[in-house]
């Protein structure tokens, strides 16, 4: 193939409709069963020839984006470099339209985007499974932002079998003032079930699939989904920031059928029946004044493609 000019890749933001968090394991991670849901938030990642890696990040919170090796779209780029032995000459320029450290994986999708995207530049061809594996290296969220729609995610996440759904659904997402920090969500889960059990790993049930939340997607019932939806690092994100259960309340109380913190917070997620009920939740959210901003969403959409 040749190279073209400049490529561009959308990819979506996630919640977690269900995260059901098991002990820590020996590397460190936790064991989830975590149900995944791509929703129509995104970032777009063009990708363009140049003589060296060069990143350049655009759009809110731009300046809480690393530009450099350490952005998951230069450690991608370099990762697939690497594979094929070539030199990973490219320009990426991220336009972010996710909420940076919300808990809405921003940052594996520019780490899928920059897979998709650089694959397609440099014309290496790269198969689906590959490009799967190179995306669990990255991290344990990278493999759905690929993948998208909506999938049980196992292990640390990075196992994937999609999961049918039976329509699309209506969101409203709270975006707060600041992010959180992943691990120290992580840690902080552990600390509340230490101070609780005692250890924050012997008694931990092995987290699995909640069948009624897969039959709610599966039926496409909004009702149903918003009364299964789970997230056990609620608890730690709110031990964090408390000012959470405000927000929360006010999606709540403004009439959402189903409220929760995504992942690791502090971006907190609710259904809404239908979209005029998005709309009109979305207003009463900022009118609360319980967040920076609110963004309404649909989905399931699909995963990391060229546009
Ligand atoms: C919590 C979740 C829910 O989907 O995402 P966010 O809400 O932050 O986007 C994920 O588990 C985050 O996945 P991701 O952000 O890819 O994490 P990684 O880069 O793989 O790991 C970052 C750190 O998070 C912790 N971690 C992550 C995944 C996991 N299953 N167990 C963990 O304990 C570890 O401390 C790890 O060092
Ligand atoms: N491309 C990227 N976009 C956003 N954040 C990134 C990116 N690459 C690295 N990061 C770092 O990852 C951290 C977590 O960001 P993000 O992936 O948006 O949140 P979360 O893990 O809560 O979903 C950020 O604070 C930032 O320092």
Redesign the pocket.
């Known amino acids: 193939m040749q190279p073209s000019s400049s490529i561009t890749v959308r990819v979506p933001a996630?919640v977690?409709v269900q995260?059901a968090?098991g002990g820590?394991?020996a590397d460190?991670?936790?064991?989830?069963s975590?149900v995944?849901f791509a929703v129509g938030l995104y970032d777009l990642v063009t990708v363009t020839p140049a003589d060296r890696l060069r990143i350049t990040v655009a759009g809110a919170d731009a300046e809480q984006v690393p530009a450099d090796a350490t952005n998951l779209a230069a450690k991608a780029a370099l990762l697939l470099a690497a594979r094929h032995g070539i030199e990973p000459k490219a320009h990426l320029h991220i336009d972010k339209g996710i909420p940076v450290?919300?808990?809405?994986?921003?940052?594996?999708a520019d780490g899928a985007a920059a897979l998709v995207g650089c694959d397609a530049l440099w014309g290496t061809g790269a198969d689906r499974a590959v490009l799967l594996e190179l995306a669990a290296e990255?991290?344990?969220?990278?493999p759905?932002s690929l993948l998208g729609g909506v999938a049980l995610?196992e292990?640390?996440?990075?196992r994937l079998t999609p999961v049918p759904t039976g329509g699309g659904f209506h969101w409203v997402f709270a975006v707060a003032d600041g992010g959180?920090s992943?691990?120290a969500?992580?840690?902080e889960c552990d600390r509340l079930r230490d101070l609780t059990t005692g250890s924050s790993d012997a008694d931990v049930p092995v987290p699995a699939a909640d069948p009624a939340l897969l039959e709610a997607l599966r039926t496409g019932d909004a009702g149903a989904l918003g009364a299964t939806l789970r997230n056990d690092?609620q608890a730690a994100a709110l031990s964090l920031r408390p000012s959470l259960a405000d927000t929360l309340r006010a999606g709540t109380e403004a009439g959402a059928i189903g409220a929760l913190v995504?992942?690791?917070?502090p971006t907190c997620a609710f259904v809404a029946k239908d979209a005029a009920a998005a709309d009109a939740l979305a207003a009463a959210l900022t009118a609360s004044g319980t967040c920076r901003s609110a963004r309404v969403a649909e989905g399931p959409v699909p995963g990391a493609v060229v546009v």
């Not at 450290?101 to 594996?108: D, I, K, Q, V």
């Open positions: 996630k977690n995260l968090v820590r394991r460190g991670f936790h064991g989830v975590s995944f450290a919300g808990g809405m994986a921003g940052g594996s990255l991290g344990s969220d990278v759905f995610g292990g640390r996440g990075e959180l992943t691990p969500v992580y840690g690092l995504s992942g690791s917070g």
